[in-house]
């Protein structure tokens, strides 16, 4: 009985804290007119010139939140006041955590499986900054303008945006299935998958010119067997033609020839593995045909619909 009533209570203490933190993001949140989630409107995402910040209580593993007097310099917070960003009422109101929660200034280098050095950056300096907006008095505009006004002790100060996660499953045939489960759990091999959904919310390797007409295209080097270009998985319109495939440019050093002139019985991969391997980063997506590339575009994106392979 004692056990029942044990459970019954922390189910009870369970859902206190889900509803408040329901209540939380409903309350905490600015929407657009749509009522679609921006950012919360009392915190920013800062990143502080590692100089100010105290580095104690970053290497602190037991503190992963405090006061901003915590966390920062006594002279930075005195130059803060100085500027008119912080006063004496202020400050109880400003509270700090921890992004990078188990990073400290010792993580500095890391090793690849290759055995080469990668320098860290000092991602520990990048913390977040909360406080009450009604009770301090202090606006969310007026702190993120006058924090990024402070170049010489700030980097950049941002919202803490809200990303709502979609499902991106796409059309293509072979998606769920054994023939390619890194990229969504299948029945046999349910833990070999790269949780890709979270990426593709971002971008799923569309190609986007700037307003310096640069490319912001995904790039991957494949030095391997070759690309079958004429490959379904990489045409436009099913054609499999060079002028509608997605394969574009490069040299065919097996063969010694440019691959738009291979033609039967030529086959640009003999092998097969570096048309696999170029599948896998760039086979179109949502094109209810074979595979999804990781990097492949959208099908179904009416202005970008993929990205470009460029092979030599």
């Known amino acids: 009985m004692k056990k029942i009533l044990a459970f019954i209570l922390l189910a009870f203490i369970t859902q206190v804290r889900t ?3 329901q209540n939380y993001e409903r309350n905490n949140i600015v929407r657009d007119s749509l009522e679609n989630p921006l950012y919360y409107k009392n915190q920013l995402i800062i990143k502080f010139n590692p100089d100010g910040i105290n580095t104690e209580t970053i290497n ?3 503190i992963q939140n405090g006061n901003i007097t915590n966390f920062i310099k006594p002279e930075i917070v ?3 006041q100085s500027q008119g960003f912080l006063n004496s009422e202020l400050i109880p109101f400003l509270n700090i955590y921890k992004i990078h929660k188990r ?3 010792k993580d500095t280098i890391s090793i690849t499986r290759l055995g080469e050095k990668i320098k860290i950056p000092k991602f520990w300096s990048t913390l977040l900054l909360e406080w009450n907006s009604t009770e301090s008095g202090l606006s969310f505009q007026n702190a993120l303008d006058t924090l990024n006004k402070l170049p010489g002790l700030i980097e950049y100060a941002v919202p803490n945006f809200v990303i ?3 499902n991106n499953k796409p059309n293509d045939t072979k998606m769920g299935t054994d023939e390619q489960p890194n990229l969504y759990p299948t029945i046999n091999y349910p833990a070999a998958n790269i949780n890709i959904d979270p990426a593709w919310g971002f971008s799923a390797g569309n190609i986007v010119t700037d307003n310096t007409k640069n490319n912001k295209a995904v790039r991957v080097g494949v030095y391997d067997t070759g690309i079958n270009w004429a490959h379904e998985d990489f045409s436009e319109d099913g054609s499999q033609t060079w002028a509608k495939s997605r394969v574009k440019q490069g040299w065919d050093y097996y063969n010694n020839l440019h691959p738009s002139v291979e033609i039967s019985p030529l086959i640009p991969d003999y092998h097969g593995h570096g048309t696999s391997v170029a599948g896998i980063i760039g086979a179109i997506r ?4 074979g ?4 990097a492949g575009g959208d099908y179904k994106d009416l202005v970008q619909p993929w ?3 460029y092979i030599q």
């Open 291 to 294: 595979i999804a590339g990781i």
């Open 164 to 166: 709502i996660p979609t």
């Open 78 to 80: 005195a130059f803060l």
């Open 60 to 62: 602190n593993l037991n």
């Open 103 to 105: 990073m400290t200034t």
């Open 307 to 309: 990205g470009l392979i």
């Open 286 to 289: 949502n094109n209810k045909l």
């Open 19 to 21: 509803t408040q933190a």
